[in-house]
């Protein structure tokens, strides 16, 4: 499958600042990523769908002026949190895709 | 709107012992249906995709209509096999991923 990563894995900011998390397809073209979202002791939830090269589609309930996602290319895609809040603490995991999709090891967001 | 339902939040059997973890679902229309396992501190791994029809890790599922069911199975568990599973339905394509809550499978020796 492909290989995806996330970069930062970790990252402490304080209230109100924006934070950019980046994720890349190391070895495979991606036309579609995926964008999720997950809380301690809960399961993954889908926020958002980036298509290359367009306009990301959100999924109900989440906020596109708060979470802006770019798909610039073919290998990168990045998430975004602006004016972060400690509500937005997560851990927020990419993956690659259509059809079969492939898991970045996620990033763990920690707003003071 | 399209529902994964994982009723066990956590199952523990013997090594060797047979293992079923359900998944039931809720969409209308052909979804395609997945089962992920996440061992601990590692990303997500995709373990089965119903269309596939193969068999990974001794594991197997086989997609019921009729009962709108995907349950995951293994005639004798191992010890390696204790870790966190997710059944997931998508719509096809370029649909995002819908997860059940996910079944902490432990396996005691």
Redesign the interface.
Known sequence: ?AVVSQHPSWVICKSGTSVKIECRSLDFQA??M?W?RQFPK?????MA?S?EGSKATY?QGVEKDKFLINHASLTLSTLTVTSAHPEDSSFY?C?V??????????TRLTVL | AQRVTQPEKLLSVFKGAPVELKCNYSYSGSPEL?W?VQYSR?????LL?HISRESIKGFTADLNKGETSFHLKKPFAQEEDSAMY?CALSG???????????THLIIQP
């Open positions: 499958g036309t579609t995926f999720y809960q399961s993954l939830m889908l769908t298509n999924e995991i993956s895709g259509p059809d079969t999709q492939y898991f970045g090891p996620g | 997945f992920y590692q990303r997500l791994q995709l995709r997710y096809g394509g370029a649909d995002g991923l819908t997860f059940g809550k996910g």
